[in-house]
T-cell receptor, first 113, second 109 residues
Framework: DGGITQSPKYLFRKEGQNVTLSCEQN?????MYWYRQDPGQGLRLIYY???????QKGDIAEGYSVSREKKESFPLTVTSAQKNPTAFYLCASSDSPRGEKLFFGSGTQLSVL | GENVEQHPSTLSVQEGDSAVIKCTYS??????FPWYKQELGKRPQLIIDIRSNVGEKKDQRIAVTLNKTAKHFSLHITETQPEDSAVYFCAASRRKLQFGAGTQVVVTP
């Protein structure tokens, strides 16, 4: 798992709870991304960050929040406002601001209790 | 925004045969088209990509072709092997990637 690390591998959320997914990279990439993967729906972009202290909403940002305080780290918080959080979450990084040649983490499976 | 459609959703091939996956995109300004392979339980990995100024690119048993006029691009896998079994995703990008829904490829011995 060298390069980009996600934790935990599995996560369970209770009703009304916020949970945070970790993503750390040592590739010295400026750009980082969060994708949600549901069966049969491909990869959908939640948030992305092209530089430290800056991030933009992707296609499905509602109910999620992020921060980018360090180049290496891009944590994703799934808030209680996200009513259907069960999914596989993938973090990725790239040395291209347009998201070319993405390196993915191994993912976090989030389930609702 | 960009919309990418991918077909078929599942593809079963005999070992040694060829497999073809097709994608269409909506934004004529898209200029970068990667393909990712995701084996069961593993992370997606880039297997090949092509830019809009190139019509075809090959890497050993895989190739990608691009038709800008028709706005579609295809992945070709020749001499398929069991290790080619995976989900394959296409994507198109002008400023950020938009992924297709994926194709489950099963290679049977």
């Amino acid at each position: 798992d060298g390069g980009i690390t996600q934790s935990p591998k599995y996560l369970f959320r209770k009703e009304g709870q916020n949970v945070t997914l970790s993503c750390e990279q040592n590739l010295n990439h400026d750009a980082m991304y969060w994708y949600r993967q549901d069966p049969g729906q491909g990869l959908r972009l939640i948030y992305y960050s092209q530089i430290v202290n800056d991030f933009q909403k992707g296609d499905i940002a509602e109910g999620y929040s992020v921060s980018r305080e360090k180049k290496e780290s891009f944590p994703l918080t799934v808030t209680s406002a996200q009513k259907n959080p069960t999914a596989f979450y993938l973090c990725a990084s790239s040395d291209s601001p347009r998201g070319e040649k993405l390196f993915f983490g191994s993912g976090t499976q989030l389930s609702v209790l | 925004g960009e919309n990418v459609e991918q077909h078929p959703s599942t593809l079963s091939v005999q070992e040694g045969d060829s497999a073809v996956i097709k994608c269409t995109y909506s934004d004529s300004a898209s200029n970068y088209f990667p393909w990712y392979k995701q084996e069961l339980g593993k992370r997606p990995q880039l297997i090949i990509d092509i830019r809009s100024n190139v019509g075809e690119k090959k890497d050993q048993r895989i190739a990608v072709t691009l038709n800008k006029t028709a706005k579609h691009f295809s992945l070709h896998i020749t001499e398929t092997q069991p290790e080619d079994s995976a989900v394959y995703f296409c994507a198109a990008s002008r400023r950020k990637l938009q992924f297709g829904a994926g194709t489950q490829v099963v290679v049977t011995p």
